[in-house]
């Protein structure tokens, strides 16, 4: 690995990275071609119901691909996407009709009746848990967030006519004003703001208790990067900051999310919290940050779990060195 020079990314270390596909991109459009791959012994499939991947429960643990009859004997679906390739299997992602899943009460676990070999379990805590193997959370990471868009885009955004899958899942396309969809994905910049010794984190009233993260938001129309790390830091902390590195990058499939990491150069001390946003924000220094991150500060303070992009960058700024998960 030591020639592969993705080794000396930091994103290639941050979770739901290492996606082993090869995506096929040159195939989507030959319908033809798709099909043929789909019959072939090697077809395999990732499993959706609504946001929520399918896996077999097996002896070893939980298995996320199905042959395309298993697919089949599962019931009617919504969409198919090709994937990719592996140097195994040609892979797709099913997303079934929703009414396939249920909960047998209230509050039970999403379950397929009738197939107790089959678990419902989310993404987050598959991956939180290395439930699966990472390139097979990456591959999830993908499935679900073009599933995601096929779900939530099956009428034309301009005219409101139905649209239809094409490209093997990488296009919708509308019959009735020709107007042409493409999968999303929405940018989101999430910095450490630095000043000295010391680190800007934040906490979110939602979070776990005593758990701080670095800032992160939306990137909106018209802006670089670079502008919306600085209006974020502004906004949310009253900070104004300076010179911007980028860090790293990390598909965050909740729902398609792109996360760009950044450490970016604090000019100023005073903080002002924007209530709308965090319920606290403040400085800490860097022996503070290696407490929490690893889980020996003294008042219980706490970094974001391992498979999010605000570890790594903290674990960098903290230690300067990879944190490898
Ligand atoms: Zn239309």
Same mark, same amino acid.
């Given at each position: 690995?030591?020639?592969?020079?993705?080794? !000396?990314?930091?994103?290639?270390?941050?979770?739901?990275? *290492?996606?082993?596909?090869?995506?096929?991109?040159?195939?989507?459009?030959? +319908?033809?071609?798709? $099909?043929?791959?789909?019959?072939?012994?090697?077809?395999?499939?990732?499993?959706?119901?609504?946001?929520?991947?399918?896996?077999? !429960?097996?002896?070893?643990?939980?298995?996320?691909?199905?042959?395309?009859?298993?697919?089949?004997?599962?019931?009617?679906?919504?969409?198919?996407?090709?994937?990719?390739?592996?140097?195994?299997?040609?892979?797709?992602?099913?997303?079934?009709?929703?009414?396939?899943?249920?909960?047998?009460?209230?509050? *039970?676990?999403?379950?397929?009746?009738?197939?107790?070999?089959?678990?419902?379990?989310?993404?987050?805590?598959?991956? $939180?848990?290395? !439930?699966?193997?990472?390139?097979?959370?990456?591959?999830?990471?993908?499935?679900?967030?073009?599933?995601?868009?096929?779900?939530?885009?099956?009428?034309?955004?301009?005219?409101?006519?139905?649209?239809? #899958?094409?490209?093997?899942?990488?296009?919708?396309?509308?019959?009735?004003?020709?107007?042409?969809?493409?999968?999303?994905?929405?940018?989101?910049?999430?910095?450490?703001?630095?000043?000295?010794?010391?680190?800007?984190?934040? &906490?979110?009233?939602?979070?776990?208790?005593?758990?701080?993260?670095?800032? $992160?938001?939306?990137?909106?129309?018209?802006?670089?990067?670079?502008?919306?790390?600085?209006?974020?830091?502004?906004?949310?902390?009253?900070?104004?900051?300076?010179?911007?590195?980028?860090?790293?990058? !990390?598909?965050?499939?909740?729902?398609?999310?792109?996360?760009? *990491?950044?450490?970016?150069? +604090?000019?100023?001390?005073?903080?002002?919290?924007?209530?709308?946003?965090?319920?606290?924000? &403040?400085?800490?220094?860097?022996?503070?940050?290696?407490? #929490?991150?690893?889980?020996?500060?003294?008042?219980?303070?706490? $970094?974001?779990?391992?498979?999010?992009?605000?570890?790594?960058?903290?674990?960098?700024?903290?230690?300067?060195?990879?944190?490898?998960?």
């Amino acid at each position: 690995m030591m020639s592969d020079p993705s080794s !000396q990314e930091l994103s290639a270390f941050v979770g739901f990275s *290492g996606n082993p596909l090869d995506r096929l991109s040159e195939l989507r459009d030959d +319908a033809g071609k798709v $099909a043929a791959l789909a019959r072939q012994d090697d077809a395999r499939s990732l499993v959706f119901v609504a946001d929520t991947p399918v896996l077999k !429960q097996g002896e070893a643990g939980l298995e996320a691909f199905f042959t395309l009859a298993e697919v089949e004997a599962l019931g009617p679906r919504l969409e198919q996407v090709l994937l990719g390739r592996t140097d195994e299997a040609t892979v797709f992602a099913t997303l079934l009709r929703p009414e396939t899943a249920g909960r047998a009460e209230a509050n *039970g676990p999403l379950a397929i009746p009738g197939r107790e070999d089959l678990a419902l379990v989310d993404l987050r805590s598959l991956a $939180a848990k290395a !439930q699966l193997e990472r390139p097979v959370i990456a591959m999830m990471a993908q499935a679900k967030s073009v599933l995601f868009w096929h779900d939530r885009h099956r009428f034309c955004s301009r005219c409101g006519a139905p649209s239809a #899958m094409a490209s093997a899942g990488w296009k919708r396309e509308c019959a009735a004003c020709g107007t042409q969809h493409f999968p999303r994905t929405d940018p989101v910049v999430i910095m450490l703001a630095t000043r000295g010794d010391r680190c800007l984190l934040g &906490r979110q009233a939602r979070f776990a208790p005593g758990m701080y993260s670095a800032l $992160a938001g939306f990137l909106e129309p018209g802006e670089t990067i670079e502008e919306a790390v600085r209006r974020e830091v502004m906004e949310e902390a009253g900070i104004r900051v300076g010179a911007v590195t980028y860090m790293a990058s !990390q598909p965050w499939p909740f729902p398609a999310t792109l996360m760009i *990491g950044c450490l970016v150069e +604090a000019l100023g001390d005073e903080i002002t919290v924007d209530h709308t946003e965090l319920e606290d924000a &403040r400085w800490f220094t860097r022996a503070e940050v290696q407490e #929490m991150l690893g889980g020996e500060h003294a008042n219980g303070l706490g $970094a974001p779990q391992p498979i999010a992009i605000a570890r790594s960058l903290m674990r960098v700024w903290a230690f300067a060195q990879i944190e490898k998960f």
